[in-house]
């Protein structure tokens, strides 16, 4: 039997919008469809060839509800035949579809497959993490919550467990923040995300309007000492602000995963192949140490060195997680979230995953630099992790 090799043939993206921002008016299903499209139309494949849309959502709630992804098809106009399925691994959503359509492509289940996420936080309530001494929802059972004795909370508190465990300063967290900002706003100066844009307007009823061309949450210029005023979230005493928080955020992301052979045999250009797929679980209550569990499973599995490792993509959920990774591995600075992350381009749950990795590839090809890491902390404690090679 064969080996299959997974590779991606095709990556974009959406601009990020803030909560109640530029898009805002976009139903969730039509921002994805959009997407679609535009992913569809610039690899030039048949799209009756595709075989399953695979979608990362995460508050599966009103216009969220149901099987997003399979109504995204319809209304991207794609042939009837398309299936889709809707996942949901939290934060993680959007690159574990991607690791769902990269398995299924090398298990020979299928030839062609979109991996994808969305989410529009302006149109759904907002979760427990975002809200300050709100309480655990539903879906928390009485057997789990006995069997933590009543610690398990959201992420947010979580965050403040993670700053003292790691002893993370609020300096150390404000500096890592501002770089943030300063790297997504030089990178988008630089025209960096351009290529990988969908172009969308505000309007979603009048495509003729101006075209949304940049994330919306980047900040030209940070003031640290405002950035320092600000008051701790989750705790008079704490450490996490607004500031050194990820975004509120609406948007969406896709890739084209196909296998190797079909598609140079029908006229796809492979771009990267995946040399690892991971997914790891540890402390439900601190969240977020999952990552660096994951990350030395996908590294064990690729047989790469960390040195090895080009350029690593680590969400921002919160600024204290890339730097626990980054003390971890010891990564350098240059080689971590080198175009900013969710704490300035925003953090639309079900499609961070497919929105980073699409800025890794592309940041890949632009320096001509060879192996990228990619790592997404998830609510509960899991925590996925996905090496590429630039082709």
Partial sequence: MSVREAVIVGAVRTPVGRRGGILSAWHPVDLLGQTLRELVARAGVDPAAIEDVITGCVI???VQSGNLGRHAVLAAGLPESVPAVTIDRQCGSGQQAVSFAAQAVMAGSHDLVIACGVESMSR??????????????????PRELDRYDGGLMAQGPSSELMNERFDLSRAALDAFSARSHERAHAATRAGKFRDQMVPITADPDDPTGPVI???E???EHIDPAKMASLKAVFGADGRTTAANSSQISDGAAALLIADREYAERNGLIPRARFRALSVAAADPIIQFTAIL???HKALGRSGLA????????VNEAFAGVPLIFQREFGVPDDKLNVNGGSVALGHPLGSTGARMLTDLLCELERSGKRFGLQTVCEATGTANATIIERI
């Fill in 60 to 62: 599966q709630h009103d």
């Fill in 124 to 141: 759904v309530p907002m979760p427990p993490a975002f809200l300050p001494g709100a309480p655990l929802g539903p879906q928390y059972s």
């Fill in 213 to 215: 061309d940049s994330d």
């Fill in 217 to 219: 949450g980047i900040r």
């Fill in 293 to 295: 569990d994951a990350a």
């Fill in 306 to 313: 960390v040195e090895e490792i080009d350029l690593f993509e």
